[in-house]
């Protein structure tokens, strides 16, 4: 596996590491290693994006992003998961994996440098 894959990878868990503080912060010092994992994510958000193309590295951590709060949410917040909610996460999903194979078809036709 492509070490970006990594990196994108650990900007999707820092991700919901950051946004599950945000649910649970009640004191002003939470706030504190929330920024800190903010910065974190961050960071690995840009190495991922020095070797892969920035589209899919965003759709792929907006998607997890997504996919993983509303998730969360649901397993550890007690929200409801209706039909409307697991439809669009399957969209999101799929259209995560489109963007990936229209990468690599646009690799393979030479218009990716």
Known sequence: MNKSWIYVALTSFFELVWIFGFNVASEWWHWI???FFIFIDF?????AC???P???VY????AVGTVGTAL?????FEETLG????????VLVVGVIGLKIADGADEKKGFVE
């Open 33 to 35: 290693p929330i920024i």
């Open 43 to 47: 960071h690995y958000l840009a190495k």
């Open 50 to 52: 020095e070797n892969l």
């Open 54 to 56: 920035t589209g899919t």
């Open 59 to 62: 759709a792929v951590f907006a």
């Open 72 to 76: 969360m949410d649901v397993f550890l």
């Open 83 to 90: 039909a409307g909610k697991v439809f669009f996460i399957i």
